[in-house]
């Protein structure tokens, strides 16, 4: 119990010292790694490193140097000019397209890193011309951003992914991947088009001028190449293997992972020069938030030695198994609202297989809603979802009406996933 309680407030100073002093949490989170590891359980330096999850910290940087190239020579930005292009002459649809478009350019690699940089500004300039609500703007970036990351190649599901991947297994992580996909596009579509409908986006009253993209230079049609060829490399033999099993497709889907496709496109990327490969490991490789995951991920698996998840274990058996993953949303949601979903995630992964076996024993239902939850509040302009959103909103008068809808609708959001998590959809499949 003494460890219990020493732990979570470690866990809990740790996120508030960071947020505070404006230090990466997962300096902390490593410090403590070793503390830990010294005072509690007696281990060495060599033991306490080995802890460090070195296949996470290769995902999340592989998958952001590949989809980095695009972002760079601006293949990105032209993807989501055209297809604003696309939609100009339905002027009552403009937010639909705002979010049609965000969630393409995050589903090619944007992700919610990049995504919200290159729509932001383009949604903001769209609603002042046509005369829409700014909220509108916002959430269509934050929402469809969201949504299209959820991809399973994407490099917000393959670090989630990583994380999982200590508890679960390959397979269960591999039925995750396809159930977020649905289920967050679901939901997520859902609160959009709640705002869209009651901030009435189908009555415009301007007139925006789109013009027609230049046409993709040969390095920018190169970029898109390659990532659709890895695309397909990944998800073919999976897709092929599930409607007609045979040897070659599980061969292939056993060997060519998302890693190695990402691995080989990435020289492949240096080599033609569709980007400067130093510039892109600079500007374009999220260390922070890779050394956050990886930092607090090294901490949090020091949590059976101490025996933190049996204590919680023996705690939680107590609550109803219907009340165990609402509640469950409600509390990641909370702490989301304030805090980046990432600098949870480690936190709350050693916990999760308790959680499966309080509600009876589906392990996919507890991932898909997890995670979910990290994001389902994401839309707060405290957290960093709704913050990055709103990076394209330069008036100030509509930069405080975006800011107090935000809230509110982070709040609904959340009440839309805990009602989601009650009314035990996400075991749909499982």
């Known amino acids: 119990m003494l460890n219990l309680i020493i732990f979570l407030i470690v866990v809990v100073g740790t996120i508030v010292l960071g947020q505070r002093k404006k230090i990466n949490i997962g300096i902390i989170g490593m410090a403590f790694a070793f503390i830990f590891g010294f005072v509690l359980l007696q281990m060495n330096a060599s033991k306490i490193i080995a802890k460090f999850p070195v296949s996470l910290f290769f995902n999340m940087f592989i998958a952001a140097c590949f989809f980095g190239f695009a972002i760079e020579n601006g293949t990105m930005k032209g993807v989501a000019m055209r297809l604003m292009y696309a939609f100009r002459n339905a002027k009552w649809a403009t937010g639909i397209a705002l979010f049609i478009t965000s969630y393409i350019v995050a589903a090619i690699g944007g992700g919610v890193a990049a ?10 300039s769209l609603a ?6 700014p909220v509108i703007a916002v959430i269509a970036v934050w929402a469809g951003g969201g ?30 991947h396809w159930g977020l996909l649905i289920w967050g596009t679901i939901l997520l579509l859902i609160v959009f088009l709640l705002v869209f409908f009651y901030y009435k986006g189908y009555k415009v009253s301007g007139e925006a001028k789109i013009e027609k993209p230049e046409p993709f230079t040969k390095i920018q049609k190169l970029s898109l190449t390659i990532i659709a060829v890895a695309v397909l490399l990944v998800i073919l033999p999976a897709l092929i ?4 099993p045979n040897p070659v497709t599980k061969w292939l889907s ?28 600079k500007n374009r490789v999220p260390w922070g938030g890779i050394i956050l995951v990886c930092g607090m991920s090294m901490m949090m698996t020091l949590c059976n030695e101490l025996g933190i998840v049996t204590t919680l274990s023996q705690y939680l058996d107590g609550i109803p198994a219907w009340l165990v993953m609402p509640a469950l949303v409600l509390f990641v949601a ?22 499966v076996s309080l509600t009876g024993g589906q392990s996919l239902p507890v991932m898909l809603t997890f995670i979910y939850a990290l994001n389902a509040s994401s839309a707060s302009p405290f957290s960093q979802g709704g913050a990055t959103a709103l990076c394209g909103c330069y008036d100030e008068k509509d930069r405080e009406t975006c800011t107090n809808a935000q809230i509110k609708i982070a709040i609904i959001s959340t009440i839309i996933a805990v009602l989601w998590a009650a009314s035990g959809l996400a075991r749909i499949g499982a």
């Open 115 to 124: 995504t919200p940089f290159i729509m932001s500004p383009i949604a903001f």
């Open 147 to 176: 949504a299209g990351s959820y991809v399973p190649w994407g490099s917000t599901p393959i670090m989630f992914a990583g994380s999982l991947s200590q508890v679960f297994s390959e397979p269960e992580i591999q039925k995750w």
């Open 254 to 281: 056993n060997y060519i992972k998302i890693q190695t496709v990402f691995a080989i496109g990435t020289v492949i990327n240096a080599l033609c020069k569709t980007g400067d490969l130093i510039g892109i490991l």
């Open 334 to 355: 909370f702490l989301s609202f304030f805090v980046s979903g990432t600098a949870l995630l480690a936190a709350f992964v050693p916990i999760l297989p308790v959680i």
């Open 241 to 244: 293997q599930l409607i007609a």
């Open 128 to 133: 002042t011309q046509m005369g829409f609500s």
